[in-house]
């Protein structure tokens, strides 16, 4: 094993960076970005400086993993979360703003109401008698805040 580690070149690391953005891509959110981009540099840093032992290979390999992985969770993952569309897969902050007709009204300010294909509880202040319009004024989970519109 000893041998090995002492004849690491370059392309071992292109080939290691390779390998885990490679496995990146099957969706790891992010977590080996650094470890691939630090394989990266230090296949650069080894072309240029072939002399550098395999023990400063590792330790300089393990350094950049660490700085790199923290730099893309500090700034580069908030700029990924940035969306034109955050309610995108968020169904019931979708609904807030919706006008419901109840066909069944709310008992205690406790009810049901079918809207689309999805079936919604729905919780208000104090009852509300069937047939009337109420607005989604918040969500909270599959549970949808109402009042008389």
Request: charged share 15%; proline share 3%.
């Amino acid at each position: 094993m000893i041998g090995f580690f002492e004849s690491l070149q370059s392309w071992h690391w292109l080939l290691l960076a390779i390998i885990l953005f490679g496995i990146e891509t099957l969706g790891v959110n992010g977590f080996l970005l650094g470890a691939g981009a630090a394989a990266v540099l230090l296949a650069l840093i080894t072309g240029f400086v072939p002399e550098l032992t395999w023990p400063y290979q590792l330790l300089l390999y393990g350094l950049l993993a660490l700085v790199l992985t923290f730099c893309y969770w500090y700034w580069l993952r908030q700029f990924n979360a940035q969306t034109d569309a955050p309610k995108l897969n968020d169904r019931s902050a979708q609904m807030v703003g919706i006008i419901i007709d109840l066909p069944d009204g709310l008992i205690d300010g406790r009810g049901r109401v079918q809207v689309g294909d999805t079936f919604w509880q729905l919780r208000a202040e104090a009852g509300i008698d069937p047939g009337s319009r109420v607005i989604v004024i918040a969500s909270e989970g599959m549970i949808l805040r109402v009042k008389l519109h």
